[in-house]
């Protein structure tokens, strides 16, 4: 997110219902780097990976994206902060960084309420005092085995064929359940924002965590789940990023992340791109300077059920 795409971060104190305070001494120090490598969840019931490229610029500080994945797979969450706080000389990574690790660490005490507003409104209670903004999208996945795979359960099975997936999305993060086989899109979420290129945020904002759109699905073996901040949102439209995940569908998991991260950085530099973000500007008037690829930090994770990875291994070895 530019420096110019967000009026919201400059709110006055009447604005805004939130407490503002001026920039801490020291703000732009550089918020601990993320290890997407480690990060990926590979177990009976899930297997799940990030990928994460910060936009060239802010490399250094690891860009100013956000995520985490929970220790069982079970929760993921992509934060995106707001690029117009640096003007303020606060860091805009440092507010998207402590509102995903307080939902983070919600999630993983509390396996018994992972209800995505209550991750996200415990994350936004404890990150209170930090200055800055950030949208959120958090989802929660749960196992629903039928009877069948229940009879089973003492035989060690380690596959599950449904899943409840439940999603809070605040801004213009999002997701969308790709159909491995077929490479329709079964669901994708809606963009939220005050006017063009202003989304929802949360922080230093009139907005909250009721303001997020809540939504709840099933998924069924053969779906997957693509999770990213607008850096992929804006460069890749969803059918070019379900085609990825149809051609690589016999691939890892981290491979169809890394691959569909580099694919919108690609196009990012690409200066005659038209882009779901041109296309966008475009619809709401704006036609100047809004042609070529959108350079942003590019999040991505991707979740996809343990029995077809191992249905895929299992092919790959035939």
């Not at 967000?6 to 290890?35: F, K, T």
């Not at 606060?90 to 005490?109: D, Q």
Request: with cysteine.
């Amino acid at each position: 997110m530019s420096s110019l795409d967000y009026g919201i971060g400059h709110l006055s104190h009447s604005q805004s219902s939130r407490p503002v305070r001026d920039p801490p001494e020291g703000s732009l120090n550089v918020s601990p780097p993320q290890a997407f490598y480690s990060d990926t969840r590979d177990n009976k019931l899930v297997s799940v990976a990030p990928w994460v490229i910060p936009h060239d610029y802010k490399k250094e500080k690891g860009g100013e994206d956000t995520y985490f994945v929970s220790e069982d797979g079970l929760v993921v969450g992509v934060f995106d902060g707001v690029g117009g706080w640096a003007d303020s000389g606060v860091n805009p990574r440092e507010y998207s960084y402590r509102l995903m690790e307080e939902c983070k660490l919600f999630a993983e005490n509390n396996p018994n309420n992972r209800n995505p507003i209550s991750i996200l409104q415990a994350g936004w209670n404890a990150a209170e005092s930090v200055v800055g903004s950030s949208t959120a999208c958090i989802v929660s996945f749960s196992p629903l085995p039928n009877e069948e795979e229940k009879a089973r359960a003492h035989a060690s099975t380690t596959s599950q064929s449904t899943f409840q997936m439940r999603v809070a999305n605040l801004g213009d993060s999002g997701l969308l359940v790709v159909n491995n086989e077929s490479g329709d899109i079964v669901f994708q979420t809606e963009e939220q924002h005050h006017y063009f290129n202003c989304p929802f945020q949360l922080g230093t904002s009139t907005d909250t965590p009721d303001d997020a759109a809540k939504s709840t699905h099933l998924l069924h073996s053969g779906h997957t789940v693509v999770v990213g901040t607008d850096g992929m949102l804006d460069n890749l439209s969803p059918q070019q990023i379900a085609n990825i995940v149809l051609n690589l569908r016999h691939d890892t998991t981290q491979k169809v992340a890394s691959t569909i991260a580099t694919e919108a950085y690609k196009v990012s530099l690409d200066s005659h791109a038209i882009t779901p973000f041109t296309k966008k500007a475009f619809q709401n008037g704006i036609v100047e300077g809004v042609v070529g690829g959108k350079p942003d930090d590019i999040t991505v994770v991707v979740f996809r059920f343990a029995s077809d990875v191992l249905n895929l291994k299992f092919s790959a070895k035939l």
